[in-house]
T-cell receptor
Framework: SQQGEEDPQALSIQEGENATMNCSYK?????LQWYRQNSGRGLVHLIL?????REKHSGRLRVTLDTSKKSSSLLITASRAADTASYFC??????????FGAGTRLFVKA | ETGVTQTPRHLVMGMTNKKSLKCEQH?????MYWYKQSAKKPLELMFV???????ENNSVPSRFSPECPNSSHLFLHLHTLQPEDSALYLC??????????????FGPGTRLTVL
C-alpha cells in the first residue's frame, strides 16, 4: 500500500486564493518532502521538513508536519496561474527509498 | 534546469526493439535513481545506484537493465518491452551516499511509447 496519500486528488481555485493540500502516511519517517510537477515534466523539489520539525516556510509556501497524526500539509498563499501543476508528497523512511504519493492536481484560474 | 539531463526526451519503439535511455547529472551527486511514472499511478522507484553500486532493485522485470558506469551517468537498457511499459521514465540524483532520503533532483524525463 502507498506510504503517502494526498488529499484532495484535484483542486481548482481562483488566482489570489490560498491552496491547501494534505498528505497522510503510514509508517515512521525521517523526513517528508513536497515536489511539484508541470505536465509531462520532471519533478521539482519545493521543501523538505524533517521529522523533528513542525513547520517550515519558503516564500509563499508553508509546510506543516504532525508526526502524531502522520500527516503533512502544504499551503500555497496568494496563488498564481503559474502555480498550476501536480504536487506530490514524498516520505523518506531511511535507506534510499523515497516513497511518493499519487499527487494533487492544482488548477489556478486567472 | 535542475542539472540533470535525460535523452532522448521522446522514444517510440516496437516490442522487439532494443533501446537505451541516458541520464547525466552535473551536480556532483553520489546517488542516481530511475523512476517510472504511469498515468494515474504514483511514481514507482525502479533502481538506485549509490557510488556506482546498485543498492535498490524494486522487483523490476529483467527487460529493464540499468547501468551506472560512473557517478555522473546512468543508463536504462530496454529490450522486448510490452505496451504496458509505456510511461514517463524519470531519472534523479541526490547527494546522499548514506541513504538518508534527502532531496532528489529530477531530469525532464523520457516519454516512452511501446507499440
Amino acid at each position: 500500500s502507498q506510504q503517502g496519500e494526498e488529499d484532495p486528488q484535484a483542486l481548482s481555485i481562483q488566482e489570489g486564493e490560498n491552496a491547501t493540500m494534505n498528505c497522510s502516511y503510514k509508517t515512521s519517517i525521517n523526513n517528508l518532502q513536497w515536489y511539484r510537477q508541470n505536465s509531462g515534466r520532471g519533478l521539482v523539489h519545493l521543501i523538505l521538513i524533517r521529522s523533528n520539525e513542525r513547520e517550515k516556510h519558503s516564500g509563499r509556501l508553508r509546510v506543516t508536519l504532525d508526526t502524531s497524526k502522520k500527516s503533512s500539509s502544504l499551503l500555497i498563499t496568494a496563488s498564481r496561474a503559474a502555480d498550476t501543476a501536480s504536487y506530490f508528497c514524498a516520505t523518506g523512511t531511511g535507506g534510499f527509498k523515497t516513497i511518493f504519493g499519487a499527487g494533487t492536481r492544482l488548477f489556478v484560474k486567472a | 534546469e535542475t542539472g540533470v539531463t535525460q535523452t532522448p526526451r521522446h522514444l517510440v519503439m516496437g516490442m522487439t526493439n532494443k533501446k537505451s535511455l541516458k541520464c547525466e547529472q552535473h551536480l556532483g551527486h553520489n546517488a542516481m535513481y530511475w523512476y517510472k511514472q504511469s498515468a494515474k499511478k504514483p511514481l514507482e522507484l525502479m533502481f538506485v545506484y549509490s557510488l556506482e553500486e546498485r543498492v535498490e532493485n524494486n522487483s523490476v522485470p529483467s527487460r529493464f537493465s540499468p547501468e551506472c558506469p560512473n557517478s555522473s551517468h546512468l543508463f536504462l537498457h530496454l529490450h522486448t518491452l510490452q505496451p504496458e511499459d509505456s510511461a514517463l521514465y524519470l531519472c534523479a540524483s541526490s547527494q546522499d551516499p548514506a541513504g538518508r532520503g534527502d532531496t532528489q533532483y529530477f531530469g525532464p524525463g523520457t516519454r516512452l511509447t511501446v507499440l
